[in-house]
């Protein structure tokens, strides 16, 4: 599989804002917590044009009841990789037969979502450590 860099674009961010308000509209916020995350979330980085967002809910338990009101905003749930990572729910969505978002639901504070925005946080705020790579 080809992997396509592309150089930073701002429109990455209004798109992560706008599939935001969608998904809580859809969940109807549920005290859930949604987060731009990966590569296209650090201004200046280069990244594969895919938005991933991060879902926390409170309760993990409760995980299955949101597949179905993000179904509703266009999106693909994906089960297969529950196998590897039972605490994930998996979602992504295309348009023209290529991905352009992925949804990793998650349970708040766990260490996926604990791994995941330090990392995009760290690289945020050390600008020499983002330019090195």
């Known amino acids: 599989m080809k992997v396509e860099l592309h150089p930073y674009n701002k429109d990455w961010?209004?798109?992560f804002?706008?599939?935001?308000?969608?998904?809580?509209?859809?969940?109807?916020?549920?005290?859930i917590?949604?987060?731009?995350?990966?590569?296209t979330s650090i201004?200046?980085?280069?990244?594969?044009?895919?938005?991933?967002?991060?879902?926390?809910?409170?309760?993990?338990?409760?995980?299955?009841?949101?597949?179905?009101?993000?179904?509703?905003?266009?999106?693909?749930?994906?089960?297969?990789?529950?196998d590897t990572m039972p605490y994930?729910?998996?979602f992504t969505k295309s348009t023209e037969n290529k991905r352009t978002h992925q949804i990793h639901l998650v349970e708040l504070n766990s260490p996926f979502w604990i791994r995941h925005l330090a990392f995009r946080n760290f690289l945020r705020e050390h600008q020499e450590e983002k330019r090195s790579l």
Request: charged content about 20%.
């Open 13 to 15: 961010k209004n798109l």
């Open 17 to 31: 804002d706008i599939e935001k308000d969608l998904i809580s509209s859809a969940t109807q916020n549920s005290n």
């Open 33 to 39: 917590q949604i987060e731009h995350i990966g590569s």
């Open 43 to 82: 201004e200046g980085l280069s990244a594969k044009p895919i938005i991933d967002i991060l879902i926390g809910v409170p309760d993990f338990s409760k995980a299955n009841y949101f597949i179905a009101p993000i179904e509703t905003c266009n999106y693909t749930y994906i089960s297969v990789y529950e």
């Open 88 to 90: 994930r729910r998996f």
